[in-house]
């Protein structure tokens, strides 16, 4: 029944803007939530989280260019992306804990793919 869908990838030139969405069934926003992304050939990292308390993180490939915000009342989390890179491109993932922190993230969403051009 948990479900976590993400929305909003799509083709964007270098400098632009996308926002991404996430949308949580059966599973509470109130909860720690998290973007991670995959490009290939390299692991799987995560890019930024926000726990139960409100603590955010952010790595520092992305660090003043995302911003994660979450909607509690809908549900629904949020990336920010702006000043995109080549870089950036990759699959996006949304991802929940299950808790009020962020040790260990549980519950994925399948991915959109976020593709940057030069």
């Known amino acids: 029944q948990l479900r976590l869908v993400e929305s909003g990838g799509g083709s964007v030139q270098a400098a632009g803007s996308l926002n991404l969405s996430c949308v949580a069934s059966?599973?509470?926003?109130?909860?720690?939530v998290g973007w991670f992304r995959q490009a290939p050939g390299k692991e799987r990292e995560r890019i930024a989280s926000i726990t139960g308390y409100g603590d955010t993180y952010y790595a520092d490939s992305v660090k003043g260019r995302f911003t994660i915000s979450k909607d509690t009342t809908k549900n629904r989390f949020y990336l920010q992306m702006d000043s995109l890179k080549p870089d950036d491109t990759a699959m996006y993932y949304c991802?929940?804990?299950?808790?009020?922190?962020?040790?260990?993230?549980?519950?994925w969403g399948q991915g959109t793919q976020v593709t940057v051009s030069s």
């Open positions: 059966g599973y509470s926003t109130r909860n720690c």
């Open positions: 991802a929940g804990t299950g808790s009020w922190t962020c040790a260990t993230f549980r519950y």
